[in-house]
């Protein structure tokens, strides 16, 4: 009987050993997934017509690949808040558009950047955000008059040819990189994949904040 139960002690040490070691492993995988690196290959280029806000003379870019239809680049958004709020002075946020969810997704950022156009890009992105589910082009006006827009020349924008060209761009860079979820923030060489906390972005993003991307 006493042996039976040393033989179920170690039995049963080991299936906690194995647990642990099984958790250990998911963990390592997971953080693999969600980071890899671009050395050696091409950046992200941010262009005259790119979106951005944050430091202007900024000790680090972070590009955010996203799109409008995602919600977890819906629910990120809390996060990007938090890392600009808490290096003001040192982080400049660049947009990319990556709409592969579908023809809605492009034409919510197609949208966006005529509400840029006036001024409002930012204020567009939070209430698409806040409004996933329908971006018909009465529902993409609608978010435009409720920001105040001039509703004739956010209409002019949307038959611009020229806007989904932009978005496209930005698309097809992504792509380019090897960028296939969304959110992704692009931080010097390294590509942070999926709605990561807020420490594992400012982990990732602090060597970069003491010498630069």
Same mark, same amino acid.
């Given at each position: ?44 280029? %941010? ?38 709020? #808490? ?6 946020? &660049? ?21 840029? %156009? ?25 978010? #435009? ?29 992504? %792509? ?24 594992? &972005?400012?982990? &990732? ?9």
């Amino acid at each position: 009987m006493e042996q039976s139960r040393i033989i179920a002690s170690i039995l049963g040490a080991g299936l906690v050993v194995m647990l642990l070691f099984g958790v250990d492993l998911a963990r390592n995988r997971s953080a693999e997934k969600a980071q890899f690196d671009f050395s050696g290959i091409a950046r992200p280029t %941010q262009y005259r017509e790119s979106p951005s806000k944050g430091a202007a003379n900024p000790k680090a870019t972070v590009f955010e690949y996203a799109d409008f239809a995602c919600s977890h680049c819906a629910e990120f958004q809390a996060v990007i808040a938090r890392i600009l709020a #808490a290096h003001p002075n040192e982080i400049r946020l &660049v947009w990319k558009d990556f709409p592969f969810l579908s023809q809605g997704s492009k034409d919510a950022a197609a949208a966006a950047r005529c509400a840029g %156009q006036q001024g409002k890009f930012w204020e567009y992105q939070n209430w698409l955000f806040a409004n996933q589910g329908d971006f018909s082009p009465s529902a993409l006006l609608e978010g #435009a008059a409720r920001l105040g827009l001039d509703e004739s020349r956010f209409t002019e924008c949307r038959s611009d040819d020229t806007i989904p060209t932009l978005v496209e761009r930005d698309f097809a860079e992504g %792509q380019a990189l090897g960028i296939t979820e969304t959110p992704t923030l692009v931080i010097g060489g390294v590509a942070l994949v999926g709605a990561q906390p807020f420490e594992e &972005v400012e982990r &990732v993003l602090m060597p970069f904040l003491k010498n630069g991307n």
